[in-house]
């Protein structure tokens, strides 16, 4: 469905610095004062297009670390990738998740240790390792008869042959991104926090405002 038009309506010059936001149910955010990847618009089905499209390096072919990509939100969560921190060259989509049904689910397991999630809230791939990620993971829900959506900036460099998870944590207003490595072997496993992020606009990623609001269609 092409929400367009209704989108336009929320946004538009009403995202300029100062501006409150608004919706036509009347909550709003004070876009100066909160300074966060916070937003509130219709959105169309999110869930309509294929949840990954990441196309994993081959075992053998670089140096790989196994990341695991998690949202505990029940709306659909995307990642999209970019090559600099501010969101600024070259997005790339790579994966949806979602706690629950998730149309055109494609569930992606590596085996990892300390699996209990739900089946369409995480997907395990290949990541090349020793270089940089610089993503954004976009989420929203449904709150009586408002759509709160909200983006976390992260980078990370993985390290060969490491085990680590990339966890959404929603929250219509301070959402957050948790890097964790997975540490053990055989039957004993734990996690390590080794990076947090949250939806706080900085100096480094506040090119991503551009891509938090850019009107999409799916």
């Not at 010059?13 to 004062?33: C, P, Q, Y």
């Not at 610089?134 to 993971?137: E, K």
């Given at each position: 469905m092409d929400i367009g038009p209704i989108?336009?309506?929320?946004?538009?010059?009403?995202?300029?610095?100062?501006?409150?936001?608004?919706?036509?149910?009347?909550?709003?955010?004070?876009?100066?004062?909160?300074?966060?990847?916070?937003l509130l618009f219709m959105m169309s089905?999110?869930?309509?297009?294929?949840?990954?499209?990441?196309?994993?390096?081959?075992?053998?072919?670089m140096p790989l670390a196994r990341v695991r990509f998690i949202t505990t939100s029940d709306g659909v969560t995307v990642l999209r990738v970019y090559d600099d921190p501010g969101c600024n060259y070259n997005e790339t989509e790579w994966l949806r998740v979602k706690v629950g049904f998730l149309g055109r689910s494609q569930p992606k397991s590596l085996g990892m240790p300390l699996w209990d999630y739900d089946v369409n809230a995480a997907k395990e791939v290949y990541v090349a390792a020793n270089k940089q990620i610089?993503?954004?993971?976009f989420g929203g829900e449904i709150e009586g008869r408002s759509i709160y959506t909200c983006g976390v900036p992260f980078f990370y460099s993985f390290s060969e042959g490491h085990?680590?998870?990339v966890k959404y944590v929603w929250s219509e207003t301070r959402c957050r991104v948790e890097i964790s490595e997975l540490v053990g072997s055989g039957q004993t496993w734990s996690r390590v926090n080794v990076a947090d992020f949250d939806n706080r606009v900085t100096d480094k990623n506040r090119g991503c405002v551009t891509q938090f609001q850019k009107q999409r269609l799916t």
């Open positions: 989108a336009r309506q929320f946004l538009g010059n009403e995202l300029s610095h100062g501006a409150v936001m608004r919706n036509i149910w009347g909550k709003f955010f004070d876009s100066a004062t909160a300074n966060t990847f916070v089905c999110l869930a309509a297009c294929n949840t990954l499209s990441y196309e994993e390096p081959k075992p053998g072919s610089n993503a954004m993971f085990d680590y998870e």
